[in-house]
Nanobody, 121 residues
Framework: VQLQASGGGLAQPGESLRLSCAVSGLSLEYHAIGWFRQAPGKEREGVAC????????DYTDAVKGRFTISRDYAKNTVYLQMNSLKPEDPAVYYC???????????????WGKGTQVTVSS
């Protein structure tokens, strides 16, 4: 099983970035994937996740209305479209297999290497 995150980079406040998580060894039809982030000196936090099957989504309040999680079955890839980036969004972003529970997403065993997102004017 491999999850490979990519797409990070430098953006100015208000700009957009799209992260990709290419998944191999797990089918998105049966496995949920989520995005997490960790900024220096802060705890890791869940950002967004999408269930298998129906594709139910969950977002942390800080990104609601700005970030969108989506998937492409053909490419077995999960995306995180990040719009209206803010100075508080910079972090290393990771994708992981998750379990959706009533209070959010719980990461399971498989993680990708992170991709750095920097927001600076």
């Amino acid at each position: 099983v491999q999850l490979q995150a990519s797409g990070g980079g430098l953006a100015q406040p208000g700009e957009s970035l799209r992260l990709s998580c290419a998944v191999s060894g797990l089918s998105l039809e049966y496995h949920a994937i989520g995005w997490f982030r960790q900024a220096p000196g802060k705890e890791r936090e869940g950002v967004a996740c999408m269930s298998s099957g129906a594709g139910s989504t969950d977002y942390t309040d800080a990104v609601k209305g700005r970030f969108t999680i989506s998937r492409d079955y053909a490419k077995n890839t999960v995306y995180l479209q990040m719009n209206s980036l803010k100075p508080e969004d910079p972090a290393v972003y990771y994708c992981a297999e998750v379990l959706l529970v009533p209070l959010g997403c719980v990461p399971l065993d498989y993680w990708g290497k992170g991709t750095q997102v920097t927001v600076s004017s």
